[in-house]
């Protein structure tokens, strides 16, 4: 019998990561990609410029320090330290990575982002899905009774993908008053610029209150960079430096840093631009549910359909009008906010697949 390089048996149960599939081209019709909550804007202005500029240096490892995005970003974070690495998500890999040993658990809730699973999996530790309540939030009580003395990390992702609902801040916090001081708590926000809540979660005040917390931001969603690969974490010295410990070398670009520092200088704009998908999304969901639907109120670049037997009839109709959405059978479907054409016709789809399940 042949023999081959074996991997960790429980590499073979690792879920695989499905990417949002591009729209098949359509004659006649401009198709759009409403299945990874990509920002519909082009670059913002003066990245593609800095990128350019950028590349010259291309022969030269770039500077693991990132001077000048930390410094862009240290007075949005005082007294914090970053960390930035290739997407929040590798942040999520290299911190369960470095926290957990084989067996230990992993609470977060679910339906909640594709890539926790796997990260899970990844670093050898078992997931503890929690399940989301029926308006699809965080059911923090719920996650508390979870946690054992095998719990290393619990995960909570505000807003939440794919459903959009936030946890709000003194919720947050009350829970995190009753969690074990030992227990890392990743805070994902890769939405957090999306969100107008009243009661939002003050990531500033969570982490001068809970050195266990890491917060997570992205460039790819608000800031439009999601090509680059630039997250960073903010946290505690301590607590970050076993994450710096496990990263790949040489992961952010200098190219990719670039993009970002330019982006965080285009601030204004930014802001400009996440105004106008924040009311497109509010114009979605009251377009939608004007035609019966039930949902929830989404504080992220998206919306979500919740299941109850259309999410093949949606993910068809979309198709047929030249959307690509993200179906998660059975749960529900979820919908990127894309220009305003993209989203009229997510409005009609709303119509069009409410009279047919209403039949
Ligand atoms: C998109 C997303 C991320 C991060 O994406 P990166 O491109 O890796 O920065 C992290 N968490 C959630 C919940 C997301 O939806």
Request: aromatic content about 6%.
């Amino acid at each position: 019998m042949a023999t081959r390089p074996s991997p960790r048996p429980d590499v073979a149960a690792i879920p695989r990561y499905v990417p949002g599939r591009r729209p098949t081209p359509r004659p006649g019709v401009t198709t759009y990609k409403l299945s990874s909550n990509e920002n519909p804007f082009p670059p913002l202005p003066g990245v593609v410029e800095a990128v350019a500029e950028a590349t010259v240096r291309s022969a030269s490892y770039p500077d693991p320090t990132c001077p000048d995005l930390y410094e862009a970003l240290e007075h949005r974070h005082p007294g914090r330290d970053l960390l930035a690495a290739t997407g929040s998500v590798a942040l999520i890999f290299h911190a369960l990575l470095a926290y957990c040993r084989p067996g230990d658990e992993v609470v977060f809730a679910w339906r909640s982002f594709e890539a926790y699973p796997i990260a899970v999996a990844a670093a050898g530790a078992t997931a503890v899905r929690v399940p989301l309540t029926a308006d699809g939030r965080h059911d923090l009580d719920a996650m508390l009774a979870a946690v054992t003395d095998r719990t290393r990390v619990v995960m909570i992702c505000t807003p939440n993908n794919p459903t959009g609902t936030t946890v709000s801040h003194s919720e947050l916090t009350a829970f995190l008053r009753e969690l074990r001081d030992d227990v890392l708590v990743l805070l994902d926000e890769a939405y957090v610029e999306f969100v107008r809540d009243d009661d939002a979660v003050d990531a500033a005040a969570v982490l001068e209150e809970f050195e266990q917390v890491v917060v997570l931001r992205t460039f790819s969603k608000a800031y439009g960079l999601a090509g680059f690969r630039v997250g960073y974490a903010v946290g505690a010295t301590e607590v970050l430096d076993p994450v710096r410990a496990v990263a790949l070398p040489f992961g952010v670009t200098e190219v990719a840093q670039a993009a970002a520092v330019a982006a965080l200088a285009a601030e204004d704009v930014a802001r400009v631009r996440i105004d106008a998908l924040v009311s497109e999304r509010e114009r979605v969901l009251a377009g939608v549910r004007a035609e019966g639907w039930e949902l929830p109120v989404s504080q992220g670049n998206f919306v979500w359909f919740p299941g109850a037997g259309t999410v093949e009839a949606l993910a068809a109709a979309a198709e047929d009008l030249g959307i690509v959405v993200r179906a998660y059978p059975p749960d529900g479907v979820r919908v990127s906010i894309g220009v305003p054409e993209a989203n009229d016709r997510i409005i009609g789809l709303a119509r069009t697949v409410r009279q047919v399940v209403d039949h």
